[in-house]
């Protein structure tokens, strides 16, 4: 018998074990962040949230998904995380006790964006006309010609 069963498209989705690992970095993360003892001066006065942490199956991998706070790049924000991320990495060590401190990669989180892209679409006009046309019909097969 195999010991990690897969769903039926073959993917496999991550483990209650990363899932917790992964909040624990996050939020650990994110109190390192909040101390305000890192020295990079693209990061003074920089607001940012750390949005989700995947980590590998084997725990040595975590990638950091952030977003600035407000309407600005996310790239320079993570080109100077990435810049700190052995301070990042030493005081997480001191944070969570694994018995290896991943290796953090940056990410910018495009979640707010991909969302935004649907809540347009679905306010637009085309959308709107096809919901009316469909409440149309149905009203029509309910009354049945009243």
């Known amino acids: 018998m195999r010991r990690h069963q897969t769903n039926k498209g073959g993917a496999k989705g991550p483990s209650q074990r990363q899932l917790r690992a992964g909040e624990l970095v996050r939020r650990a993360l ?3 962040v909040l101390r305000g ?3 990079d001066p693209d990061l003074a006065g920089v607001s940012f949230t750390i949005t ?3 980590v590998s199956p084997d725990l040595r991998q975590a990638t950091c998904y952030v977003a600035p706070l407000g309407a600005q790049d996310p790239a320079p924000l993570v080109k100077a995380l990435t ?3 052995g301070y ?3 005081q997480l060590s001191k944070e969570v006790t694994f018995k ?3 290796d953090l990669t940056f990410q910018p989180d495009t979640s707010f964006d991909q969302a935004d892209a649907v809540d347009k679409l679905l306010h ?3 959308v709107a006309r096809d919901l009316s046309h469909d409440d149309e019909e149905d009203d029509e097969a309910q009354g049945g010609g009243e």
Do not use: C, H, K, Y
């Open 37 to 39: 003892n890192i020295q």
């Open 52 to 54: 989700e942490v995947r």
């Open 83 to 85: 810049r700190v991320r």
């Open 124 to 126: 637009s006009p085309e």
């Open 88 to 90: 990042l990495r030493g």
């Open 100 to 102: 290896f401190t991943p």
């Open 30 to 32: 994110a109190d390192i």
